[in-house]
């Protein structure tokens, strides 16, 4: 945690001592600085002194120009510059939230720094949009380039994509390589991408697109997607089963994940009970369908041909293969003892 040399209600009760009381009112209801942390809205401000919204904001803007024209608000020109000192460290970006919790656990303390922030003259505060949560930063011209950077990654991903943590820093890092060496370290990168409402992190680590389904996992399928992803090659529905319930921490019935991948077109059954990912170029269908669609793409082929080729799709015996090009009907042989469609 950052930690600040000042107290925040000591700094914020000296800056507000310079109003009128209804305009240290209206401040102290606004922002939560009171005994109670919790902030009133300009409609609720405006019933409890018979005023319009608009007066009371008017009164608002009124009450921080005066603070800011105040020798009090001079003096406290070490306090500003120290929270400077923790945005920059924080990477010189950084979201509200993760900023306020940097700096306090505590709610109340919280609403003083969020106060300052907002009072001091150097602070830039973007709000939440389409792209990103609400951010404060200094500098402009490293917020544009973090911005960019991080759109630029975002573009550059389909919904498939999946991303290992090192790949994507590696992939942010060339995107920022012009910026100051001192930000080029995995936690403030981490925190960068965290700004992102495109980009999101699955509970394996894994890097992508937020609302893709192999980032915002919903439901078993989903889970089974990843953990078969994770695996490598096809695994049996049983030990998808408890690879969901190891990897998630989720309850998944070997009956209920069966009849889930049977369901998805993401997964091909490549064996007994046996399941690949679709994406891996395995061919969904019996092993006749297999075999028909092998010699539709190849021509005629060799037993020996066929057996290799079916088995880099299927977990099959040679003898099941063998048994289905005695099918005469769909298969036939040529002189040169190579198998065609009949």
């Known amino acids: 945690m950052a930690t600040l040399t000042f107290k925040p209600k000591n700094v914020t009760k000296q800056l507000l001592s310079v109003l009128p009381d209804r305009a240290q009112d209206v401040l102290t209801s606004r922002y939560g600085l009171g005994i109670k ?12 002194y018979g005023i319009t919204r608009e007066r009371v904001r008017q009164i608002e803007n009124y009450a921080l120009t005066n603070i800011r024209k105040s020798d009090e608000f001079d003096e406290a020109k070490e306090y500003f510059d120290e929270i400077e000192r923790v945005i920059d460290s924080l990477g010189g970006l950084v979201s509200e939230e993760e900023l306020l919790n940097e700096i306090s656990k505590d709610s109340s303390t919280q609403n003083h ?6 009072l001091g003259n150097t602070f830039i505060k973007k709000k939440e949009d389409s792209e990103f949560g609400h951010r404060w930063y200094v500098d402009e011209g490293l917020a544009d380039e973090v911005h960019k950077a991080l759109r630029s990654l975002y573009t550059g991903l ?18 920022v390589k012009n910026l100051n060496q001192k930000y080029k370290n995995e ?13 999101g992190k699955n509970p394996l680590g894994e890097w ?9 996992a919903k439901g078993m399928r989903d889970y089974a997607y990843l953990a078969i992803k994770r695996h490598g090659s096809p695994m049996h529905f ?7 319930a190891e990897l998630f921490n989720r ?11 049977i369901k998805d ?5 490549v064996g007994r009970g046996l399941y690949a990912l679709t994406e891996w170029g395995y061919t969904s269908g019996v092993v006749k369908e297999v075999i028909k669609e092998i010699l539709g793409e190849s021509g005629p082929l060799s037993r020996e041909d066929i057996i290799d080729k079916v088995r880099k799709e299927r977990y099959v015996k040679v003898n099941t293969v063998l048994v289905n090009l005695q099918d005469t009907s769909v298969f036939k042989r040529d002189k040169q003892g190579k198998y065609t469609l009949a």
Do not use: Y
């Not at 077109?265 to 059954?269: A, G, P």
């Open 158 to 175: 389909s919904d498939d994509d999946l991303i290992p943590e090192s790949e994507m820093l590696n992939a942010f890092l060339e995107e």
């Open 238 to 244: 049983t030990e998808v089963a408890k690879a969901i």
């Open 37 to 48: 942390s919790e902030k009133m809205t300009l409609e609720a401000i405006g019933k409890k």
């Open 251 to 261: 309850k998944a019935h070997v009956a209920t994940c069966h009849n889930e991948l």
């Open 208 to 216: 992508g697109v937020a609302q893709s389904s192999n980032v915002k």
């Open 265 to 269: 077109k993401r997964f091909v059954l």
């Open 113 to 118: 720094i969020h106060f300052l922030l907002v």
């Open 187 to 199: 936690e403030i990168l981490r925190r960068w991408l965290s700004l992102s409402k495109g980009l």
